[in-house]
C-alpha cells in the first residue's frame, strides 16, 4: 500500500489480476513474469506489443485461476456464437450444477464477473474519454456487442489474428499438462482453437503451417478421419517466444 501509493482494495484487486494472468504465483513474480515484465532484460516490459496480449489472453482463459472465462471462451461458444448477460449467467449456473458446486454459484458475483469480462473485451460504444479504450484486451477485438446493445457475439470471423509463436506456445502448454506427445485436434480446437476465437478451418491452417516450421519437432497427420498432433523432439515454450521476440523487439 505504502510502495504503490494505493489501498487495500486496490492491492487485493492487483495481486488477482496478477495471479490470474499467469504473471505471479504464491505471491512471486512467475517465470514467465519475469521473461515479459523484468525491469532489465524483459521482453516486452511496457505492454507494447500485441503477442503479449494473444499471450496473456491464453494464460488468463487456460490457467484455471478464471474459472468464468474459460466457461464463457471455451464452453459457452461452442454452444452459440451470440449471447446475452442473462445467458451466460444460465451457462454459469448450469454447469455449476453439473460440477457439483451448485453452492458455490452467487448470483450477484457471477453478474459482476460477466461485466468485467465483457468490459476487459469490448469496444466502449460511446467513448468520452481515451480512459474508456483502457482496456487490457479490447485490441484483440474477440468480443462485439451487436447494434442493439443487448447481445453480444464472439467475434470469430474479423477478430485480429492470433501470433503463430503463442498458439505454439500453447501447443507445448498443452502438452505438458496432458502429459502426452500426442494430442488429438479436437482437444487442442477445445483448449486453444476456441481460446482464440478460432473456426475449425483456422486451426488446422494453423497447426498445418506450424507443423511445417517445426518440422524437426512436431507432426500433423490426418489418416482415416484421425487428426492429431505428434511432437517428435522436446522444444521448450522460451525457445518459441524468443523465436518471435528476438525478431519482433
Known sequence: MVKLGVGKNMVSAIRFWLK???????????????????DECGKDKYLEDLATLWLLHYKLVSSGEAVIY??????LQRERSQFTREQALSYVRLKMA?????????ENTVKKDIAVLLQNYLLPRKPQTNEDFS????????IRQNEDGKEYHFNVEGKRKVTREVFMY????????????TIPYELIQECIGL?????????IAMVQDL???????????????????QFIKDLSKEQILDDYYETHI
Open 20 to 38: 490470474v494472468f499467469g504473471i505471479s504465483k504464491n505471491d512471486e513474480v512467475s517465470a514467465i513474469g519475469r521473461y515479459l515484465f523484468d
Open 70 to 75: 474459460w466457461m464463457l471462451f471455451c464452453g
Open 98 to 106: 453439473e460440477l457439483g458446486k451448485p453452492n458455490l454459484f452467487n
Open 135 to 142: 482496456s487490457l484486451l479490447i485490441d484483440l477485438d474477440l
Open 170 to 181: 500453447a501447443l507445448i502448454d498443452l502438452k505438458e499438462r496432458t502429459h502426452d506427445k
Open 195 to 203: 481460446v482464440f476465437c478460432m473456426q475449425d478451418f483456422e486451426t
Open 211 to 229: 507443423s511445417r516450421k517445426y518440422a524437426k519437432y512436431m507432426a500433423y497427420s490426418e489418416v482415416a478421419g484421425i487428426r492429431q498432433v
